[in-house]
């Protein structure tokens, strides 16, 4: 099956610890991003990379950091210097291209204590 | 003005009836227009793309673009409860490949 994962589906951290986020996509899509979603709200743009080794910062890209070393892979570390992690994050994965639609993951929902 | 704005929800419609859901944009450069809905508590999923002036259809659902007045809209004929969710409204950034920005969404509810 084609598609997006994201794990874990739930995750829960104290106060100043980094923790990594993981986004897999097997469509062979070249884009790759990632939101935020808080409650009540659309979602904001943290990262984006259209191609390998490549990335750009988003809207809310501070505290944030990510890498792509591989096309299917686009891991997001929350750091420590980012004021309010707790939400619900979504990767989404799109053909490269300005018309093209993205699909999203399932999500990760990080709770921060 | 907030970059894209949908009607403010909840929007209430009892089953059968039809439901509207309003969005404007003020990036006049948008060229790519996409529906999302999402269920309570889980991610959202592409259920309409437009890309030029007027209407297109997708079984029960109509989305219709108005690039002219920076307005978009997503309508849901003989609505059925599953259809209760929110909806997202996302144009493409001008000149910005593929970078979407999507407005706060607009929360549907639909009565037995």
């Known amino acids: 099956d084609g598609g997006i994962t994201q794990s874990p589906k739930y995750l829960f951290r104290k106060e100043g610890q980094n923790v990594t986020l993981s986004c897999e996509q097997n469509l062979n899509h070249d884009a790759m991003y990632w939101y935020r979603q808080d409650p009540g709200q659309g979602l904001r743009l943290i990262y984006y990379s259209q191609i390998v080794n490549d990335f750009q910062k988003g809207d809310i890209a501070e505290g944030y950091s990510v890498s792509r070393e591989k096309k299917e892979s686009f891991p997001l570390t929350v750091t420590s210097a980012q004021k309010n992690p707790t939400a619900f994050y979504l990767c989404?994965?799109?053909?490269?291209?300005?018309?093209?639609?993205?699909?999203f993951g399932p999500g990760t929902r990080l709770t921060v204590l | 003005q907030k970059e894209v704005e949908q009607n403010s929800g909840p929007l209430s419609v009892p089953e059968g009836a039809i439901a509207s859901l309003n969005c404007t944009y003020s990036?006049?450069?948008?060229?790519?227009f996409f529906w999302y809905r999402q269920y309570s508590g889980k991610s959202p999923e592409l259920i309409m793309s437009?890309?030029?002036?007027g209407d297109k259809e997708d079984g029960r659902f109509t989305a219709q673009l108005n690039k002219a007045s920076q307005y978009v809209s997503l309508l849901i004929r003989d609505s059925q409860p599953s259809d209760s969710a929110t909806y997202l409204c996302?144009?493409?950034?001008?000149?910005?490949?593929?970078?979407?920005?999507f407005g706060q969404g607009t929360e549907l509810s639909v009565k037995p």
């Open positions: 437009i890309y030029s002036n």
């Open positions: 990036d006049r450069g948008s060229q790519s």
């Open positions: 996302a144009p493409t950034v001008y000149n910005q490949g593929g970078k979407l920005i």
């Open positions: 989404a994965s799109s053909i490269f291209g300005s018309a093209n639609e993205q699909f």
